[in-house]
């Protein structure tokens, strides 16, 4: 099963050569082999970010932008080679437009509270979906109370599609902004966000993409969709925790104010008065995570490297067979079926709840993401409290998913 | 799969499956809601007290079969208690369930070492304790509901 499930997408892509590039792959949970199908949550790391992050700390660690010698002049390159690594990725016009946060959740705060407490005033309508992950959804209704704005989301039909229709008429006289997902966290929907960017601006909207999944499983050119704001962490894109990105159109950041104050933001200060630093610094208090940047870059790097073309087919391979596994087992009900997704995959087991079959799953080494996660209006609009959720990466295979049906047969085992 | 059928016992699965007490009953002198935000399971517990002495103990709800079965054992184990055995119980099912303690020997929670299982699985202690604590809210709360959002 498993060089046959290789060969498949062997041509394109070397998935047995990228798994020897992730180290923690070879550990064994419970005794049997890590099957890991948990990246839409947090992906796992390659050895050249473990090691960038690790050369970073032993060879090249100092504060950046402030120290007049080698190590800080060393680190602050490399931070700021990071900068240039991400414009390229998403393809920015200007390095200026790129602010490193803490991961997509800050990036959505700031925009919410920088933008939204400068633009937002009474009866304002902020514009989501039924698709949002939490941090989508509660930074817009903590900026909506503070200005007296209010928050609309499009809603989703039975198989978890974005409603192009739907979006288009709720775009009113009244809206200021539109947040959009580019790919669901729970159910794997891609939203055309080219489409949905000319809709919203040709009735003068701006547009913030939630990137998170989108980044990772379809890439993203910011000029050709032309969104105002693209936000993602990188801990999903096979790069560290507490580094992400938010990506803002240079006019818009420049008329921002910023979201916190502190050293590293400011150009002047004296105790009366602070005149504040140009982008993408102004937007960048305090000292930022250096080593994790620089993780990020390495990441960048791998995943550029493969390049999306293969990635996407790679992942489109493994989508179409566990939905054709999944799909030919009659207690499997999926829940998100719309035609455009990522290779993320939400289902129940009938009789079974997702946290038991969570729990068994792990005893088999599967690790899969069971509950709401972090879209509850979602799992409410199908009526459940939560899913079993496998996602995939670039690093799994035919055979993860054989492993998962056959962990399924142990849970029905334990349950019948 | 030995550590599983350790976790998941007959009488938890037959408990988890058909919950004891479950549904709205007719009266009652207290209630109130439980919310596992990191599952989405909700319980809500309706209890009956009289004179200090648990009457009845109903609940409805979804979750887990955990989380069920632990409502459904709770539902069982309470009635006739007084109201102060019931607390004291609820001490000692949390101290069951997070710790290595032994209660070999002691009646009042022989029914539910079953439970003790998740002890292996921190993740999953929620699951078993979210109907106790919502009981505990609802016997505060007595004639009145006790409200946790």
Redesign the interface.
């Known amino acids: 099963m498993a060089s046959a499930a290789l060969k498949d997408t062997a041509a394109a892509f070397d998935v047995a050569r990228i798994r020897g590039d992730f180290p923690i792959l070879a550990r064994e949970v419970h005794g049997k082999p890590l099957v890991f199908l948990d990246s839409a949550a947090s992906a796992q790391k390659p050895r050249a970010v473990i090691d960038a992050v690790r050369h970073c700390y032993e060879a090249e660690y100092a504060n950046i932008h402030r120290g007049v010698y080698e190590l800080s002049e060393t680190a602050t390159r490399r931070y700021e080679e990071t900068r240039e690594k991400v414009r390229a990725f998403i393809n920015a016009r200007d390095t200026r437009e790129i602010v490193f946060v803490r991961g997509a959740t800050e990036a959505i705060n700031l925009v919410a509270q920088s933008w939204g407490g400068a633009n937002l005033t009474t009866g304002d309508e902020i514009l989501i979906t039924a698709l949002e992950h939490h941090s989508n959804i509660v930074p817009w209704q903590m900026i909506a109370k503070a200005t007296g704005a209010v928050v609309r989301a499009v809603p989703t039909d039975e198989t978890g599609a974005f409603l192009f229709d739907a979006f288009e008429q709720a775009l009113t006289d009244k809206t200021r902004i539109a947040a959009v997902t580019h790919a669901s966290n729970a159910v794997g929907t891609v939203v055309p966000v080219k489409d949905v960017v000319a809709a919203a601006h040709a009735k003068g909207v701006p547009v913030l993409i939630d990137g998170c999944q989108g980044i990772v499983h379809r890439g993203v050119d910011v000029q050709d969709v032309d969104c105002d704001f693209y936000v993602f962490s990188g801990h999903k894109l096979y790069g560290p925790t507490g580094i992400g990105v938010l990506y803002g159109k240079r006019a818009l950041l420049e008329a921002m104010p910023p979201y916190q104050g502190g050293g590293d933001m400011i150009e002047t200060v004296t105790l009366e008065k602070t005149t504040f630093a140009q982008l993408p610094h102004k937007f960048e208090a305090g000292t930022p995570n250096i080593a994790g940047t620089v993780g990020l870059g390495a990441a960048i790097d791998y995943v550029a490297g493969i390049g999306h073309d293969a990635i996407v087919a790679h992942e489109e391979d493994i989508l179409g067979y566990a939905l054709e596994r999944l799909r030919g087992l009659n207690d499997i009900r999926l829940v998100g079926t719309a035609k455009d997704r990522a290779s993320i995959v939400s289902f129940l087991i009938d009789g079974v709840h997702p946290h038991d079959v969570g729990t068994i799953l792990d005893q088999e080494g599967i690790a899969v993401r069971v509950g709401h996660h972090c879209a509850q209006p979602l799992m409410d609009h199908f009526d459940i409290a939560g899913t079993v959720r496998a996602s995939f990466g670039i690093y799994n295979t035919r055979e993860d998913v054989d492993t998962l049906v056959d962990g399924l047969d142990a849970v029905r085992r334990l349950f019948a | 799969?030995n550590?599983?059928?350790e976790?998941?016992q007959e009488i938890i699965?037959d408990h988890g499956?058909n919950p004891r007490n479950f549904g709205k009953p007719e009266s009652f002198t207290g209630e109130a809601d439980g919310y596992n935000p990191?599952?989405?399971?909700?319980v809500h517990v309706y209890v009956t007290l009289e004179d200090g002495i648990v009457k009845d103990v109903h609940f409805e709800g979804?979750?887990?079969?955990?989380s069920m079965a632990s409502a459904s054992l709770m539902t069982e184990v309470l009635t006739g208690k007084t109201e102060a055995e019931a607390k004291a119980l609820f001490d000692k099912f949390h101290e069951l369930v997070t710790t290595e303690s032994d209660f070999e020997g002691d009646d009042d929670i022989d029914r539910l070492v079953v439970l003790s299982g998740v002890r292996q699985?921190p993740s999953?202690v929620k699951?078993a304790t979210l109907a106790w604590h919502t009981l505990n809210n609802a016997m505060d709360g007595e004639a009145t509901t006790a409200k946790t959002e």
Request: with cysteine.
């Open positions: 799969m550590d599983l059928r976790l998941y699965l499956r990191l599952c989405g399971d909700k979804r979750g887990c079969a955990i699985y999953r699951c």
